[in-house]
């Protein structure tokens, strides 16, 4: 157990339809990143937040956003989803002083 | 952040070391080398890093040759469970760097 958590675990909606990840970092980590893991991209980092604050973006379409809140959990949001958008979904959290990342489990998306 | 070349896949005894090799030829002076491996679909776990000393933890050993241009993870007793994606990386020991990944080796422990 890595200690970062999220929600849901799987998920499965339709085409066009909007959905929220959540997740939860270690204790005391102010760094969360999110990474994509589908079948023909492999893993991709999305994007990474910071005590609050975007630091960093990669492969992330106009169509996903997120946010990381007071408490340090944070939310991905994805919008009018298309069935390429089916894969796994990943957040990390780091501490300051390395780059071990800490992943969760997962949120599988589904998209019909 | 320095490409990595691993083999697709690779086979070993359960009970022997299992040795994966990295080749980054093109690795900067600041660059570390991290391992992770994927277990089936479940997040990354975090096994070892080095710059250019010879590492080990309660997981594995990290071996880096002296040109920094390779390396070799070691398992030094593989079991069943550690069938797995292993993923080498290098990049800069630097806060808040997003990881990037490879196709990664595939290891298969056999009984």
């Known amino acids: 157990d890595s200690g970062v958590t999220q929600t849901p675990k799987h998920l499965i909606t339709a085409t066009g339809q909007r959905v929220t990840l959540r997740c939860s970092p270690r204790?005391?980590?102010?760094?969360v990143y999110w990474y994509q893991q589908s079948l023909d991209q492999g893993l991709q980092f999305l994007i990474q937040?910071?005590?609050?604050?975007?630091?960093a973006k990669g492969n992330i379409l106009e169509r996903f956003s997120a946010q990381q809140f007071p408490d340090l959990h944070s939310e991905l949001n994805l919008s009018s989803l298309e069935l390429g958008d089916s894969a796994l979904y990943f957040c990390?959290?780091?501490?300051?002083?390395?780059?071990?990342?800490?992943f969760g489990p997962g949120t599988r998306l589904t998209v019909l | 952040d320095a490409k990595t070349t691993q083999p697709t896949s690779m086979d070993c005894a359960e009970g022997r070391a299992a040795n994966l090799p990295c080749n980054h030829s093109?690795?900067?002076?600041?660059?570390?080398v991290y391992w992770y491996r994927q277990i089936h679909s479940q997040g990354p776990q975090y096994i070892i890093h080095?710059?250019?000393n010879n590492e080990t933890n309660e997981m594995a050993s990290l071996i880096i040759t002296e040109d920094r241009k390779s390396s070799t993870l070691i398992l030094p007793h593989a079991t069943l469970r550690d069938t797995a994606v292993y993923y080498c990386?290098?990049?800069?020991?630097?806060?808040?760097?997003?990881?990037?990944f490879g196709a990664g080796t595939i290891l298969r422990v056999k009984s």
């Open positions: 990390a959290s780091s501490v300051a002083s390395n780059n071990e990342q800490f």
């Open positions: 204790s005391g980590d102010l760094s």
């Open positions: 937040y910071y005590n609050g604050e975007e630091r």
């Open positions: 093109t690795i900067s002076g600041n660059e570390y």
């Open positions: 080095g710059l250019k």
């Open positions: 990386i290098v990049r800069v020991e630097e806060y808040g760097i997003k990881l990037v």
